[in-house]
């Protein structure tokens, strides 16, 4: 059964969205929160597993310290206070994602509180984003529904669960309720999301592949009359877990809330699973009393205390952040914003800096890979990066062509000859006869043939008309199988006739 | 603190799984009620400028260094569950949570 929904332009000339995020990023630590078992992905079920994460009796869970200074580094990344002291507290509930029947997480007293994120929507709109919160918390173990139609809860005959994720470190990133965005809310959302993955992928404290679950994102919608101050009353939609996903997901509730409301119905607070092949939501569970988790401070758990020393030390090792670095780049390099929003989007900037470092220009360096290589991975059907180009190459490469050995429509040959593993590109042109042919003498012999077949051009080249010369270059390329330098081909023809160039 | 009722009671029983007759509702709301009471006198004792203790002993910062340790078995980890399959815990679907 499919809910009802509104246009998304009707939606948004009716109401106005407030949106919230709670986003889980799972730490990259070696070992887990509490226990010391491996922190590692895809590996057979229930192997990396010990007491502590199976909630024996008598176990004494024990913080990982990394995972501390990872959450803190998340805190001062999003501009948050660190708390001085903070707890751990234990979440009950009974689900068999966790066996101890409980979840280590934080209550009232989270490390890091009061941030911000500026998120650069596509037309360069900065919207600032209140992070209310960071707490850290462990993750449950996965559980698959055996049975039933597909694979979802509903109609499921038994679930089988793997603990190998149960305990691995997770921040948990709490939004303030986000005002304000109206019809780009959808895309805010995405933004946002993709701001907080590039933060902490940057920070180099987590794998932040959505894929697997790295980061994760609830998405919290509500909408309200415009004008009115009161929030209505809001759907969180679970574990939307692709960039795409996340602003497909907004839109989508946005257009059913819309649809409700018109209805006279009130919003049922509740839950609601994502569905990506038909990019909707269904209804998941209501609030109820079993939400009532009764938090209390985790006995078995001595406080945190972050001095202020520890904390700037941290935030001394935090890398440029990501928005920083791109302005840099791009004043750096001199790129217009359409270029580098290209080059952005093409998943070449880090790439285009080593090359930049290998000893390219920044001109060279967005002419291989936007010209030559991006459409090569395109092809391929891998990311520009992983193609197998260094950037020493591309280097090499160019230097062949500056230094008149090679032309640049031999240059892109020997790169498919490097992409193909036939050697490095002073072999490639030996191997393949590529060189340019430069001594003068095979070019004038060729050149006196072109004049004579051609004595009108001459004749035109002679009276001034440069553009002429084409026509006599052409032939001599020809003549050359394509392996003359064209520059030093136009020089020799004007001298040849005795023209200024 | 506030005084702990019959409902709280039946409340609380709900959420932690545990089935109570009417018999055994009445007599744990008495009995509870007790406990809450004397607790309460700690209340009294401690004036508003002593905060609440969550941890009695006045330690911070226990950690453990981010090293990888001892691991059970698929085998070792399975052996103390009712039922299980190909490596993993078997447990009934429940259908009221997602």
């Not at chain 1, 990344?77 to 001085?84: H, R």
């Not at chain 1, 036939?422 to 490639?428: A, D, F, K, L, S």
Request: hydrophobic share 40%; net charge negative.
């Amino acid at each position: 059964m499919s809910d009802a929904t509104l246009s998304f332009e009707e939606a948004m000339e009716k109401y106005d969205p407030v949106l919230g995020f709670e986003v889980h990023v799972e730490l990259n630590t070696k070992s887990k929160m509490f226990s010391s078992a491996p922190n590692v992905f895809g590996d057979e079920p229930n192997t990396n597993v010990n007491e502590v994460d199976l909630g024996m009796p008598g176990v004494l869970p024990v913080v990982n310290k990394t995972a501390i200074e990872s959450s803190i580094k998340i805190g001062l990344a999003l501009n948050c206070k660190i708390a001085e002291t903070c707890r751990f507290a234990r979440k009950n509930y009974f689900y068999p994602d966790t066996p101890k029947n409980f979840q280590t997480s934080q209550y009232d007293e989270p490390i890091a509180y009061d941030g911000y994120l500026d998120i650069e929507l596509s037309d360069g709109t900065i919207f600032r984003v209140e992070i209310e919160r960071a707490h850290m918390e462990e993750d449950a173990g996965k559980l698959t529904h055996m049975g039933g139609a597909t694979g979802r809860i509903q109609g499921a005959d038994y679930s089988l669960v793997d603990y190998n994720r149960s305990g691995v470190p997770l921040v948990e990133i709490v939004t303030k309720p986000i005002e304000g965005a109206g019809s780009r809310a959808p895309e805010l959302a995405k933004a946002y999301v993709a701001a907080v993955r590039e933060i902490v992928k940057n920070l180099g404290v987590s794998d932040a592949k959505m894929e697997r679950g790295n980061v994760r994102c609830d998405a919290n919608v509500s909408l309200r009359p415009h004008g009115r101050e009161r929030f209505g009353i809001r759907s969180e939609t679970k574990n939307v877990n692709s960039l795409r996903a996340v602003e497909h997901a907004v839109r989508y509730e946005i257009q059913r809330h819309a649809a409700v409301l018109d209805s006279g119905e009130p919003i049922v607070q509740e839950t609601r699973h994502w569905h990506e092949d038909t990019r909707t939501t269904t209804s998941g569970r209501p609030k109820s009393d079993a939400d009532d988790y009764r938090y209390f401070p985790e006995p078995d758990l001595v406080p945190i205390v972050a001095s202020r020393e520890w904390v700037e030390e941290l935030r001394a090792t935090l890398p440029e952040p990501p928005a920083a670095r791109r302005k840099r780049l791009q004043a750096d390099w001199g790129y217009s914003d359409l270029e580098f929003r290209d080059v952005v989007n093409a998943g070449v900037m880090d790439e285009i800096e080593e090359t930049i470092a290998a000893g390219a220009t920044a001109t060279v360096a967005r002419k291989w890979w936007m010209g030559e290589i991006v459409g090569r991975a395109k092809n391929a059907d891998v990311d520009p990066g992983q193609l197998g180009v260094a950037p020493a190459t591309i280097v090499e490469l160019n230097t062949m062509v500056e230094d008149g050995k090679i032309n640049n429509k031999m240059a892109t040959e020997v790169l498919d000859g490097v992409l193909a593993g036939e050697g490095t590109p002073e072999e490639i042109v030996a191997k393949r006869g590529l060189a340019v042919v430069s001594d003068d003498g095979p070019l004038l012999e060729a050149i006196d043939t072109a004049l004579a077949a051609q004595p009108g051009v001459a004749d035109k080249i002679r009276g001034g008309k440069l553009q002429a010369i084409g026509a006599i270059v052409g032939s001599v390329m020809k003549a050359t199988r394509g392996q003359a330098d064209a520059g030093r081909v136009k020089e020799l023809i004007l001298e040849r006739l005795g023209v200024e160039g | 603190m506030a005084a702990i009722n019959r409902d709280d009671v039946a409340h609380l029983a709900h959420l932690a799984h545990i089935e109570m007759s009417a018999e055994e509702l009445d007599r744990m709301a008495g009995e509870l009620a007790v406990i809450v009471e004397s607790v309460k006198s700690v209340s009294e004792a401690a004036g508003d400028d002593v905060p609440a203790t969550s941890h009695p002993i006045p330690l911070t910062n226990v950690f453990r260094e981010d090293v990888v340790g001892h691991t059970f078995t698929a085998e070792q980890a399975l052996s103390g569950a009712p039922d299980a399959y190909e490596g993993r815990f078997k447990v009934p679907a429940i259908l009221d949570e997602g």
